[in-house]
Protein backbone atom coordinates (compact mmCIF):
# COMPACT_ATOMS: atom_id res chain seq x y z
CA UNK A 1 0.00 0.00 0.00
CA UNK A 2 2.80 2.66 0.49
CA UNK A 3 4.23 1.74 -2.76
CA UNK A 4 0.92 2.35 -4.50
CA UNK A 5 0.98 5.62 -2.17
CA UNK A 6 3.92 7.12 -3.53
CA UNK A 7 3.39 5.83 -7.13
CA UNK A 8 0.40 7.74 -7.08
CA UNK A 9 1.96 10.91 -5.39
CA UNK A 10 4.79 10.60 -7.96
CA UNK A 11 2.12 10.50 -11.11
CA UNK A 12 0.35 13.74 -9.94
CA UNK A 13 3.95 15.76 -9.34
CA UNK A 14 4.95 14.91 -13.06
CA UNK A 15 1.20 15.80 -14.31
CA UNK A 16 1.86 18.76 -12.10
CA UNK A 17 5.04 19.54 -13.99
CA UNK A 18 3.39 18.95 -17.66
CA UNK A 19 0.62 20.87 -16.70
CA UNK A 20 3.13 23.90 -15.41
CA UNK A 21 5.32 23.01 -19.11
CA UNK A 22 3.33 21.11 -21.59
CA UNK A 23 6.27 22.05 -24.05
CA UNK A 24 9.53 20.65 -22.14
CA UNK A 25 10.56 17.28 -23.89
CA UNK A 26 12.06 15.78 -20.95
CA UNK A 27 9.27 15.94 -18.52
CA UNK A 28 7.08 14.64 -20.86
CA UNK A 29 9.28 11.44 -21.89
CA UNK A 30 10.33 10.96 -17.95
CA UNK A 31 6.09 11.09 -17.47
CA UNK A 32 5.23 8.60 -20.57
CA UNK A 33 8.02 6.41 -19.65
CA UNK A 34 6.41 6.16 -16.10
CA UNK A 35 3.28 5.81 -17.36
CA UNK A 36 4.16 3.26 -19.78
CA UNK A 37 5.56 0.95 -17.17
CA UNK A 38 2.73 0.95 -15.04
CA UNK A 39 0.10 -2.14 -15.26
CA UNK A 40 -3.09 0.11 -16.49
CA UNK A 41 -5.50 -1.93 -14.43
CA UNK A 42 -4.47 -0.08 -11.21
CA UNK A 43 -3.39 2.90 -12.51
CA UNK A 44 -5.18 3.36 -15.90
CA UNK A 45 -2.21 5.45 -17.32
CA UNK A 46 -2.06 4.23 -20.85
CA UNK A 47 -3.34 7.16 -22.89
CA UNK A 48 -0.74 9.70 -20.72
CA UNK A 49 1.92 7.25 -22.27
CA UNK A 50 0.11 7.63 -25.80
CA UNK A 51 -0.48 11.21 -25.69
CA UNK A 52 3.58 12.17 -24.07
CA UNK A 53 4.83 9.72 -26.52
CA UNK A 54 2.96 11.01 -30.01
CA UNK A 55 3.67 14.67 -28.44
CA UNK A 56 7.60 13.89 -28.37
CA UNK A 57 7.40 11.95 -31.97
CA UNK A 58 5.07 14.86 -33.71
CA UNK A 59 8.05 17.50 -31.98
CA UNK A 60 10.82 15.48 -32.93
CA UNK A 61 11.69 17.91 -35.03
CA UNK A 62 11.93 20.92 -32.96
CA UNK A 63 14.29 19.72 -30.62
CA UNK A 64 17.45 19.03 -32.42
CA UNK A 65 19.32 15.91 -30.82
CA UNK A 66 16.84 15.62 -27.97
CA UNK A 67 17.08 11.66 -28.73
CA UNK A 68 18.64 9.37 -31.24
CA UNK A 69 16.36 8.50 -34.05
CA UNK A 70 15.66 4.70 -32.80
CA UNK A 71 14.10 6.18 -29.19
CA UNK A 72 10.96 7.51 -31.80
CA UNK A 73 10.59 3.98 -33.28
CA UNK A 74 10.43 2.74 -30.03
CA UNK A 75 8.33 4.95 -28.63
CA UNK A 76 6.41 4.44 -31.67
CA UNK A 77 6.39 1.03 -31.05
CA UNK A 78 5.28 1.57 -27.39
CA UNK A 79 2.21 3.33 -28.20
CA UNK A 80 1.29 0.06 -29.86
CA UNK A 81 1.50 -2.02 -27.12
CA UNK A 82 -0.65 0.40 -24.80
CA UNK A 83 -3.07 0.59 -27.97
CA UNK A 84 -3.03 -3.38 -27.25
CA UNK A 85 -3.18 -3.20 -23.60
CA UNK A 86 -6.40 -1.30 -23.25
CA UNK A 87 -8.05 -2.76 -26.43
CA UNK A 88 -7.57 -0.40 -28.88
CA UNK A 89 -6.82 -3.22 -31.27
CA UNK A 90 -7.26 -1.24 -34.96
CA UNK A 91 -4.87 1.26 -33.61
CA UNK A 92 -2.36 -1.04 -32.66
CA UNK A 93 -2.46 -2.55 -35.86
CA UNK A 94 -1.87 0.62 -36.78
CA UNK A 95 1.11 1.18 -35.11
CA UNK A 96 2.99 -1.95 -36.08
CA UNK A 97 1.78 -1.96 -39.51
CA UNK A 98 3.65 1.61 -40.01
CA UNK A 99 6.68 0.31 -38.64
CA UNK A 100 6.98 -2.59 -40.61
CA UNK A 101 6.85 -0.53 -43.74
CA UNK A 102 9.35 2.14 -42.29
CA UNK A 103 11.68 -0.30 -40.66
CA UNK A 104 14.69 -1.99 -42.48
CA UNK A 105 15.55 -4.08 -39.50
CA UNK A 106 14.63 -7.80 -40.13
CA UNK A 107 14.43 -8.74 -36.59
CA UNK A 108 12.85 -5.67 -35.47
CA UNK A 109 10.38 -6.30 -39.00
CA UNK A 110 9.76 -10.25 -37.43
CA UNK A 111 8.86 -8.94 -33.76
CA UNK A 112 6.33 -7.03 -35.62
CA UNK A 113 5.18 -9.45 -37.56
CA UNK A 114 4.34 -11.62 -34.62
CA UNK A 115 2.47 -9.19 -32.93
CA UNK A 116 0.38 -8.27 -36.21
CA UNK A 117 -0.72 -11.83 -35.89
CA UNK A 118 -1.34 -12.19 -32.23
CA UNK A 119 -3.88 -9.05 -33.24
CA UNK A 120 -5.48 -10.95 -36.63
CA UNK A 121 -9.03 -11.80 -35.85
CA UNK A 122 -9.38 -9.63 -33.37
CA UNK A 123 -12.25 -6.68 -33.02
CA UNK A 124 -11.54 -3.45 -33.75
CA UNK A 125 -11.96 -2.50 -30.07
CA UNK A 126 -12.47 -4.52 -27.18
CA UNK A 127 -12.39 -4.74 -23.35
CA UNK A 128 -9.82 -6.49 -22.31
CA UNK A 129 -8.55 -7.04 -18.01
CA UNK A 130 -5.79 -3.75 -18.49
CA UNK A 131 -8.90 -1.44 -19.90
CA UNK A 132 -11.56 -0.14 -17.82
CA UNK A 133 -15.44 -0.26 -19.13
CA UNK A 134 -16.97 2.78 -19.09
CA UNK A 135 -20.23 1.23 -17.20
CA UNK A 136 -17.29 -0.24 -14.69
CA UNK A 137 -15.71 3.37 -14.42
CA UNK A 138 -19.30 5.14 -13.41
CA UNK A 139 -20.56 2.39 -10.93
CA UNK A 140 -16.94 3.26 -9.26
CA UNK A 141 -17.33 6.93 -9.29
CA UNK A 142 -20.66 7.08 -7.75
CA UNK A 143 -19.81 4.49 -5.15
CA UNK A 144 -16.71 6.80 -4.32
CA UNK A 145 -18.80 9.81 -3.94
CA UNK A 146 -21.60 8.00 -1.85
CA UNK A 147 -18.63 6.58 0.12
CA UNK A 148 -17.72 10.15 0.43
CA UNK A 149 -20.76 11.67 1.42
CA UNK A 150 -21.69 9.15 4.15
CA UNK A 151 -18.16 9.77 5.85
CA UNK A 152 -19.64 13.47 6.31
CA UNK A 153 -22.27 12.26 8.48
Known amino acids: MERLKWAKEGLKLLDEAV ?5 DSKI ?12 EKHFH ?5 IGDFTYLINHSEDEEDFLPPYKYVEMSY ?4 VYN ?17 KTEDDDFRYLLRLRLKELAGKPA ?3 TADSENPMTYLVKRTLRATEHELKRF
Do not use: M, W
Request: proline letters at 4%; a positive charge.
Open 78 to 81: QIGN
Open 125 to 127: IEY
Open 28 to 39: RLLRGKVAYTLP
Open 85 to 101: RIGRNEDARHCFQSLEK
Open 19 to 23: TASPE
Open 45 to 49: RGTTA
